[in-house]
């Protein structure tokens, strides 16, 4: 037994930190098994990710055909368009893809990647879903309280969400505000239990250069988490304070100053963007490794880029801000900040298109989708430069390129890093492999319906669509035959998109009952997760394993195996 | 290239839209490389039978070059798009010509009410025009705006003057444009301020001088 890290339950032969539950309410509802929480957070936003789908085509089909039924919903009024793009994007960030990317995969990850039989502090992760869950409740019941749902989009900007009077929604603002302020709680929560799980329960002879990737990647995404949601959580408290008790900090009749609220919530908002990136990005790079049998290039060179961009975006966040009314001169700074942060996030993305120098690629559904990320991704991150630039900005902001490029961002991130991820370890998830055809077929439909979804928007930004307008029929400049036909595009784009998941729910389930059973290491992959049994048992591990490589030594010369487990002794 | 879909109307639309093509060449560079070395590698090293994979680590002094170089030439286009985006804007936002014109623009829920400051030239003083979502200019002449909100955050857009500017409740937020061309165009809200965001269509409407006077002399009487 060589000196590694502590280890949370001893070695071989263990017994599990806490006994197996065996009721279905102890085992499938209270649990504190942090695969069974992992898989909660995860089925939970799936289901809000629907929900939030659903919503963009409630509104799209508003957009593009003003002010007649939508089919299915009904017609959607100024009050009701207003709240479902500000739910659109606030579940699919704070109930998809947060859920998703960093307490989905992060509980079932975590202890099976470094080799422990569960999360530090088990219970704190059974807390975290259930505040979670009831945060989920509470955005739900917003919608549908009297008054409607909140409409002051999801950057919340005061006056108007701080006032019924302004945003006519009495019930539907604090509730709103309530459910994010909760998600908050739940997600500080689950990212302490992170941090400590893997500084302290990683099996012996894993230093931290030998922690996969994504694991890396997850533990950085909490500590950014963690730093910057202090301030919002305050300017939450704020501002829950102005709505239900009269209180006026960000109102400037009585010297409060709304662009107090831009500036706290922009200093999370924008860390936010890479807490759900670097999960995603992780993912990406585990499958891109496994299925291009390539040790992944330059594993450090990526961990720094990935630690420069989290210090930097700390810094970027007044570039929300270039006309909200702030000092002409901060804009060179935050100009100069934000363009500097396409240096890590470039390497990055060199680093990845190298590690398929060499490589023997196999195509199977997981590499698709992690292929398509870093193909998808690049769109958005080149067109961010446009928005980074103060002076572009004036022209762009608020513009449906500023819609089309965060998608662009945020599609790979949420909905290609979900795909990657549940593709790829569904073996171990459920003992069973997904079916292959169908796998493709609701890739190949989802991945080309998108970019008919976003593209047309580039355009239509740059024409002069202005965000969050219900409708374009006052504007003379913008109810043209010719933009028309663009968002009609958008949204028979969204739909077909939308129709391709259910390629997707039937794979799920058809795979879930009938699935060809998985072996333990199905890819042939390296990471201490294909050890364990699939699905793996309470306590993950018969025989707790120990490290003695890095994880990503394919094709290694002179060996038989094109890969080699990190728990094989030499 | 913004002209291509919205006509140039102001002094500086000409700048914004240089930058935006500036911007868009360098970057477009990028992407063609990446995607183009991205598509490439992965029809290249496609599995094939007998063919294993190499063992490339990218720690080694000539793999990394591969990254380093890429990196220096990112630096040297963001230290280019940098240099010329402080330079656009601060002909955009702050070296401000004096002013020829005034106008107080003061935007609430769900409108928007200019008030032109007249034969005089003053703000507040008794000849000033006040009109509801229509703002009247003159060719050529600079106009300093001063924008204020009643109520929440507005934000006033001119896609044609390439000009957005939030209006903060509280704070008079100053600003400048020098139309150069003839129209009518819209004036659009571009900050959520509730139910009515959509229905606060303005328009701007740019004058020549006989024009614009004949207007003042309508108003008057």
Redesign the interface.
Known sequence: MDAGPAHVSGTAGHAPAHPEPMSFWRKYVFSTDHKMIGMQYMFTGIVMGLLGGLMAYAFRMQLTFPGEAVPGVGVVT??LY?ALVTNHGSIMIFWFAMPVLIAGFGNFLIPLMIGCDDMAFPRINRLSYQIFFLSAVVILVSLVVPGGGF???WTA????SASAA???TPLGAPLWLLAVALEFVAFLLGGINFVTTVMNARAPGMGIWEIPIVVWMIIVASILFMASVGPLIAGAVLLLLDQVVGTQFF???AG????LWQHLFWFFGHPEVYVVLLPALGMTAEVMAVF??????????ILYSVFATGVLSFVVWAHHQF???ID??M??VF??TT??I??PI??V???Y???????????RTPMLWA?SF??EF??GG??G??LG????D??L???YFVVAHFHYTFFPIAVIGFFTGFTYWFPKMFGRMMNETLGKIHFWGTIIAVNFVFIPMF?TG???D???????Q?????ATDGLGRLRLVSTLGLIVMLLFQLVFVVNLIVSLVAGRRAERNPWRANTLEWVAPSPPPHGNFAEMPTVYRGPYE????GRRE?YWPQNVPA | ??AY??PQASSYAG??DW??TL??V???F??LL??G???W??FR????DG?????????RKE??R??SW??YL??AC?VV??V???Y??LE???NIPPADERVRIVAQ?WAWVFVHAGADGKLGTPDDIVTVDELHVQLDRVYQFELMSK???H?F?V?VF??????????T?SGWFKPTQRGR??I????????????M?GHVVIESQEEHQAWMRAQRT
């Open positions: 100024p009050n207003n409409g002051g989009a900007y005061p006056p108007l302004y945003n006519h109102d400037p009749r409060g100053d709304p662009l291009a049998r390539k040790k992944l290039f330059a594993y450090k060179i006309v909200a009314g002409p001169r804009a060179h100009t100069v363009l500097l396409s240096i470039a390497e993305t060199f680093a298109i190298a590690t398929l120098w060499g490589a023997s690629i196999e195509f292929l870093v193909a690049m769109i080149v067109t430069i446009f630039a103060s002076a572009t004036i022209y902001h608020d513009s355009i740059i024409a002069g202005h965000r969050r307008i219900y409708t374009y006052l504007f003379s400049q913008l394919y094709s290694v010369p094109d | 290239m913004i879909l919205v700048h914004i930058l935006f911007i868009l360098t970057v477009g990028w992407f990446a995607e070395a991205f598509f590698l992965c090293f496609r599995r094939r063919v294993a994979g190499q063992y490339v680590t990218g720690t793999e990394k591969w990254i890429p990196h990112v630096i963001d798009l940098i010329a985006t402080v656009v804007w955009v936002k702050q829920q109520d929440v955050l934000s857009s896609p390439r000009l957005k500017q939030d209006a903060v409740p509280g704070r937020i165009f819209d659009q809200c571009a900050e959520i301020c509730g139910l009515g965001h959509a229905l269509p």
